[in-house]
């Protein structure tokens, strides 16, 4: 016995690779994009339906106002979505002007004919290698997004995808087509959570600074999904 021990160590010491797993070779970029494509298809296909319980947030720091609202969101085939409001405590004219209108993009932008020219892949965007990180111990590649042509729906920005899975794990971007002239910063970050086989939004935050109204953050969280 101590013989057998004797001998792993001194192996060990000599040819550490022999007592080490091979690593895994790192994948290209034509790779991970290939990945990101092909299963990104299949759970898109296996998701039939879901629902979650929204809670929208906006804050104004320069005049101290705020707003809520709470909704319920159904997603059913091929990515439609609709909004059932439950709540909306808060100034009216800020839930009018912002938060029901964010429901009515997302709506919009749910719609049949839309998806296919919104969502982050090789059709819509291209994309740069920058690195790979350990989020939430896992293996990420970090790759820069940018879109191949641009509209409202669009961002540009950086995106994590899962080393596993090759979902999008989080993403950190600003809107490829600014809404308005008078806002002059939008930053987005929006990490996403594992619900069974698929990848789904946890939060979504917003960040915009404009001249007459200052620093305004929206956050939507997404706690609470009910998957099929």
């Not at 192996?11 to 990945?35: C, I, M």
């Not at 809520?68 to 839930?95: C, D, N, Q, W």
């Amino acid at each position: 016995m101590r013989l057998r021990v004797a001998t792993l160590l001194i192996t060990g010491l000599l040819f550490p690779s022999a007592l080490a797993r091979e690593a895994p070779r790192p994948l290209t970029l034509p790779e991970v994009v290939k990945q990101m494509e092909e299963r990104g298809g299949a759970r898109s296909a296996s998701l039939a339906y879901y629902t979650c319980l929204r809670r929208y947030m906006l804050s104004n720091r320069r005049f101290h106002q705020t707003a809520e609202l709470r909704a319920r969101m159904t997603y059913s085939s091929f990515g439609h979505k609709t909004f059932e409001v439950l709540s909306e405590p808060g100034l009216s004219i800020i839930r009018r002007k912002v938060l029901r209108r964010m429901l009515e993009a997302e709506e919009e932008a749910s719609r049949v004919e839309v998806p296919a020219h919104t969502q982050i892949t090789p059709l819509n965007y291209d994309f740069q290698f920058l690195d790979s990180e350990m989020p939430q111990c896992r293996l990420a590649y970090v790759l820069e997004a940018a879109p191949r042509s641009v509209s409202k729906f669009s961002l540009r920005g950086r995106i994590w995808v899962d080393s596993e899975d090759f979902a999008i794990v989080r993403a950190e971007a600003t809107p490829a087509l600014k809404p308005l002239a008078l806002i002059h910063s939008i930053h987005v970050v929006q990490p996403h959570v594992k619900v069974g086989p698929v990848w789904l939004p946890l939060y979504n935050r917003s960040m915009s600074d404009s001249f007459f109204v200052g620093h305004i953050d929206v956050t939507i969280d997404s706690p609470d999904y009910q998957v099929t």
